[in-house]
């Protein structure tokens, strides 16, 4: 069975960084697409990066803005996600998840697994 575990959120300030972590186990990552959503309270869940088995990533636009660095770790199962400059707005449970093919992809329906989720607060 696949779980996939994320860590590294917390309370942070205005203009602060983070680094979030998903580990996966059960199934390799090698030849899966691996993304990054987020769900802010009262709001729908939202694409935040992805990244495909061959390191290309894609990212949404209107989050991103040069502040946001997916990467992978295939030897340690690995996904991270690199986050700069955080604003209050960025404050929701960030989610992991494993896709059901090699490729990117930016729509929930496109993940076959998920974590459970890392609370990322944004305030002074």
């Known amino acids: 069975q696949v779980q996939l575990v994320e860590s590294g959120g917390g309370l942070v300030q205005p203009g602060g960084s983070l680094r979030l972590a998903c580990v996966v186990s059960?199934?390799?990552?090698?030849?899966?697409?691996m993304g990054w959503f987020r769900q802010a309270p009262g709001k729908e869940r939202e694409f935040v990066a992805a990244?495909?088995?061959?390191?290309?990533?894609?990212y949404n636009p209107t989050l991103a803005q040069g502040r946001l660095v997916i990467s992978r770790d295939n030897f340690r199962n690995t996904v991270r996600l690199q986050m700069n400059y955080r604003e209050p707005e960025d404050t929701a449970v960030y989610y992991c998840a494993l896709g059901k093919t090699e490729a990117i992809a930016t729509r929930p329906g496109e993940y076959e697994a998920w974590g459970q989720g890392t609370q990322v607060t944004v305030s002074s």
């Open positions: 990244i495909d088995y061959d390191d290309r990533t894609s």
């Open positions: 059960g199934r390799s990552i090698n030849w899966h697409g």
